[in-house]
């Protein structure tokens, strides 16, 4: 009996080892937007890049590098190169990683009860100067983390925005209706700064075509949490808006 055992491994052994290995090969990924060539947005980015007066600077939190579905890479790859550049880390200053204030016409854009209208500040034409827009990349709650960890942030005005509609990253969720992804972020700021509506509409153009994609490949459309709660009638979105940057805790939705 155990000679025959022996042999039916033996023999089952070979018989598998036989069997060809089928190999799936890896996708071709875009080398600009590094996505997969079949879900590239780059053919929806401007034909020529946006030229711009003020500067974009994304401060951007280290685990965001790695989120496939992240929305600053549009910003560099749509505007002029030296008006926009991203930099990583968890705190800010200038003898970590050279992140000097550039100017004083630097604004930060970041909610907060200190935090001045953009539709109160001046547009560049009218300015005299162009502005250093600074934008955190990151989740809500790495936000907060890199604001509260550099002390330089804590030096530059204040500005939030005051958007009209949702978000139109609509495979996130969002904490409350009137919180936006970071491209959205800067698209509607530099709407108002450079007094250029087609920005806006030139900046979003990668940001549904992302969204579209995704959706077609079986993700399903978000809403904010605060919609969520209202439409459930459960509390209002005072709870949530104390999570967001400003207050005491956070959660983990994104930027």
Not at 8 to 14: D, K
Not at 51 to 61: A, N
Request: hydrophobic share 35%.
């Amino acid at each position: 009996m155990e000679s025959d055992s022996g042999d039916w491994n033996f023999e089952f052994l070979n018989e598998f080892h036989s069997v060809p290995v089928e190999f799936t090969p890896k996708r071709s990924t875009c080398d600009n937007c590094r996505r997969p060539v079949s879900v590239c947005w780059c053919p929806f980015l401007p034909k020529e890049k946006i030229q711009i007066e003020s500067t974009v600077i994304v401060l951007q939190h280290p685990s965001e590098e790695r989120q496939c579905l992240r929305t600053a890479p549009i910003l560099t790859a749509s505007i002029a190169n030296n008006k926009c550049r991203i930099i990583r880390g968890r705190r800010f200053s200038p003898t970590k990683n050279n992140f000097e204030i550039p100017s004083t016409d630097t604004i930060l854009l970041y909610p907060g009860p200190n935090a001045d209208n953009i539709d109160d500040l001046l547009p560049v034409s009218s300015n005299g100067r162009p502005y250093t827009i600074v934008l955190i990349d990151g989740t809500w709650a790495q936000a907060r983390s890199v604001y509260n960890n550099s002390p330089a942030l804590s030096k530059l005005r204040q500005v939030r925005l005051n958007p009209q509609s949702r978000s139109e990253y609509v495979i996130k969720t969002q904490p409350l209706e009137s919180c936006l992804s970071t491209v959205e972020s800067a698209a509607l700021a530099l709407c108002i700064l450079e007094a250029k509506s087609e920005i806006r509409q030139l900046l979003l153009r990668p940001l549904h075509a992302l969204c579209d994609f995704q959706l077609q490949h079986g993700a399903v459309e978000h809403r904010s949490k605060e919609f969520v709660v209202q439409k459930k009638g459960q509390s209002n979105s005072e709870s949530i808006k104390r999570r967001l940057p400003g207050n005491k805790t956070l959660d983990d939705s994104k930027t």
